[in-house]
């Protein structure tokens, strides 16, 4: 059974250095105390993989060894990038750690339970060597004393899948990355060309940090 480390085959490692080329003209390159790319990306149940460098009809899952190194690849590219829809099973996410090596960290959160969560959680996976952790870790959970107190056309219950925020530190700066649902909003004080200021940027999916430039190839649902 072939492994995610091993050599793929001559047609698949043709297409992994064309998307390493098409990511490299379309994304910025990483730059010591100028740039930090961020992304965000909802893998469709990112979970369990087929151990074939190409799965047939057969198979379930579909996601095979091809897929996640294309996976990796594109997450190779970024300095800290929030996954949705990742599953309890996590066999394709240790997968993709593997092969991005021990400069890499993970922050995972716990399955949310329930029908309407879907068994989903979150990974945070980040370049050790451009961000560290700052410490922060924390989700939004409304107390039952403050449900029975909101409007009622406003909130009702629970998040169904709980908002999620981590924290990290460049430069001497700190970034709040937190996602609920489908949706990311970065607010950060970040030294940018040398001058100090608050920004804060929505970055839905698809969309992409304007001040860096970024268009993240194939990022989206899939």
Known sequence: MPTITEQPPADIQLELNQLRATLTAEIPAKRLEQNLLIATWNIRAFGDI????????NDSPK????ATRCITEIISHFDVIAVQEV??????????MRLLGNDWGLILTDVNRGDA???ERMAFIF?????QLSGLACELVVPQEQLQ??????????????PYAVGFRSGGSTVCI???????????QATHSRTQGHRAL?????QTDQRLRTKPAGIGRF
Not at 50 to 57: D, G, M, V
Not at 87 to 96: K, S, T, Y
Not at 202 to 206: E, F, P, T
């Open 149 to 162: 107190s909101i409007a009622p056309d406003a909130l009702q219950r629970q998040f169904a899948r709980t």
């Open 87 to 96: 599953r309890a099973n996590i066999r394709g996410l240790r997968d993709v």
């Open 178 to 188: 937190g996602d609920p649902a489908h949706f990311i909003r970065i607010e950060c």
């Open 117 to 119: 969560g879907n068994g």
């Open 202 to 206: 929505d970055v839905g999916l698809g």
């Open 50 to 57: 087929t151990r074939k460098w190409a799965s047939s009809a």
């Open 63 to 66: 996601r095979d060894l091809h």
């Open 127 to 131: 370049d050790t060597r451009r961000v």
